[in-house]
């Protein structure tokens, strides 16, 4: 079934969905990523680490700011928000992907090493990228950016906090989005428990995506609440004034449907937006094969989008 760019992937990539299925073993891959790659820089930015004031007073969010060098004052500001299923991750995974961003169009990128679940479950990790956000209209000229051009973007589970952080922004007028990215996003908490949408996959698959959920919705569980849209951004249905709209997906992927389904809510309420399915990719295809064929494809789709939305709406 997989693309044949990525067969020799799949073993890997289903060694690592093993690992994040417990959360033992998601904890010492943490410890891991953060001794290997905190405080990654990228060659020829100026990379910078500030702390933002969460609202809840518990931590001080640590921010990366990744800015072109020598760059001109007034540039637009992305919001970049990591994946990692809400349980794993930093920004500094993703420098290659924010670099892409940069050099395709000049903008600074603002990204929080936000809490995940294991450390506080929802909405810890959310309010804190929401916190950011507002840190940013604050601070606009401390960073040489511009808060009126304001970009959300992030894929899997940064994917879902960036559906999320629009869709507050949107409800709230706290801020204006000129557009949003959220790359194959995890916004459908219900997911594991559709039997139409099961799917055993490499990289994460519908019983990893259960896991994910259940460690990121923890207190919400607990309480026997019901789960808002800021946790999962599937659950609203109403998307009048939303900013447009660049995704994809594979087909693969267990969050193909959710992200089929969002694509045409948004297009039904006239939003414009760029999508595309990538037939026989698994999840986040893109990061963990760019050098192949189909992986490049979607990079310069993405980029490519990005470029045309960039050009239209700043």
């Known amino acids: 079934m997989l693309h044949k760019d990525l067969r020799r992937y799949y073993t890997p990539a289903s060694l690592t969905e093993k690992i994040m299925r417990r959360k033992t073993t998601t904890r010492l891959m943490n410890l891991l990523i953060n001794k290997v790659l905190r405080g990654r820089t990228v060659s020829g930015l100026d990379c910078r680490e500030i702390y933002v004031p ?8 640590r921010t990366i700011i ?27 995974m993703y420098t290659d992907l924010i670099e892409g961003f940069i050099r395709a169009r000049p903008c600074v990128v603002v990204a929080p090493d936000y809490r995940k679940a294991f450390t506080k479950p929802f909405p810890a990790g959310f309010n804190d990228c929401y916190d950011t956000l507002l840190w940013l209209r604050g601070h606009g000229d401390a960073i040489g950016v511009n808060p009126g051009k304001l970009i959300i973007a992030g894929t899997s589970a940064g ?28 916004i ?12 055993e996959s490499p990289a994460w698959g519908t019983a990893t995506n259960l896991f994910g959920w259940q460690s990121y919705l923890a207190g919400i569980i607990k309480e026997g609440a019901e789960v808002p849209a800021y946790a999962s951004p599937a659950r609203n249905h109403d998307y009048s004034d939303f ?23 948004l297009k039904q ?8 399915i990538y037939e ?13 064929s189909v992986g ?10 990005y470029c045309k939305y960039y050009d239209r709406y700043m």
């Open 188 to 199: 459908d908490d219900r997911q594991p428990f559709d039997p139409a949408r099961q799917i």
């Open 243 to 265: 900013p447009p709209t660049i995704t994809f997906v594979g087909s693969l992927d267990p969050f193909l449907h959710e992200t089929t389904a969002y694509v045409e809510e």
């Open 54 to 61: 969460s609202s809840d007073g518990e931590c001080r969010i």
């Open 159 to 186: 994917g879902g906090l960036t559906a999320a952080v629009t869709l507050k922004a949107r409800d709230t007028m706290d801020m204006s989005v000129a557009f949003q990215m959220p790359l194959y996003g995890m």
């Open 66 to 92: 990744f800015k072109p060098a020598d760059a001109p004052p007034d540039l637009p500001v992305m919001l970049f928000l990591h994946g990692g299923g809400y349980i794993t991750g930093l920004p500094e």
């Open 269 to 276: 309420a006239g939003i414009p937006t760029e999508f595309r």
């Open 296 to 305: 490049k494809d979607a990079l310069d789709f993405m980029y490519s989008s």
């Open 280 to 292: 026989g990719c698994f999840h986040g295809f893109d990061q963990i094969a760019p050098n192949t």
